[in-house]
């Protein structure tokens, strides 16, 4: 009953960190340039070298950074998906190998979907590199759930460990 639970929570947090993927996409180019300069814009305010150029110099490494920031958003938001794919596949009594090969083709399907989503949005076009950024982030966030399963493992086993010797 438990497994079920949490089968269908991360079933239903998969699908809106899928459906926040779909706005994303859904926004025309100005708009999500945009949010995507304002949030540029906010984070190197706090760098006193960046306020004291010149406004040319500003908009240069602005430009920059922006292209930075939004990889850096495409690697997170699927590095979730990642986490999230892998974590409910490791629910079902499924081979090690199988659950990473899926997770990865699963995310990496969604991520070829989503850029040809924005083929059809005014003002955006579709990135391979995108989707290897997607792809590396999927893979981070398996790798991520890999580690948390590892590290549970060991701890399961010490505690087995101990109340074995205090049985004995």
């Given at each position: 009953?438990?497994?079920?639970?949490l089968?269908i929570?991360?079933?239903?947090?998969?699908?809106?960190?899928f459906f926040?993927i779909?706005?994303f996409s859904?926004q025309?180019g100005e708009?999500?340039?945009?949010i995507s300069?304002?949030i540029?814009n906010?984070?190197?305010?706090?760098?006193?070298?960046?306020?004291?150029?010149e406004q040319e110099?500003?908009?240069?490494i602005?430009d920059?950074?922006?292209r930075?920031i939004?990889k850096?958003?495409h690697?997170?938001?699927?590095?979730?998906?990642g986490?999230?794919l892998?974590?409910l596949?490791?629910t079902y009594?499924i081979?090690?190998?199988?659950?990473i090969?899926?997770?990865?083709l699963l995310?990496?399907?969604?991520a070829?979907?989503d850029?040809?989503?924005?083929?059809?949005t005014?003002?955006?076009?579709?990135k391979?590199?995108?989707v290897y950024i997607?792809?590396?982030g999927i893979v981070?966030?398996?790798?991520?759930v890999?580690?948390?399963?590892?590290?549970?493992r060991?701890y399961?086993t010490?505690i087995l460990?101990?109340?074995?010797?205090n049985v004995?």
């Open positions: 009953m438990k497994i079920n639970i089968r929570i991360l079933i239903l947090l998969l699908l809106f960190t926040v779909f706005g859904s025309d708009t999500s340039g945009g300069r304002n540029t906010k984070i190197l305010q706090f760098s006193n070298k960046y306020n004291a150029l110099e500003k908009e240069q602005a920059r950074t922006e930075i939004r850096i958003a690697f997170s938001i699927y590095t979730l998906v986490l999230l892998m974590s596949l490791s009594n081979k090690e190998n199988w659950r090969t899926l997770s990865v995310g990496m399907m969604y070829i979907s850029e040809i989503h924005q083929s059809f005014p003002g955006r076009t579709p391979i590199t995108d997607d792809t590396l981070l966030g398996v790798l991520l890999l580690l948390v399963i590892k590290i549970y060991i399961i010490k460990q101990k109340e074995t010797k004995i």
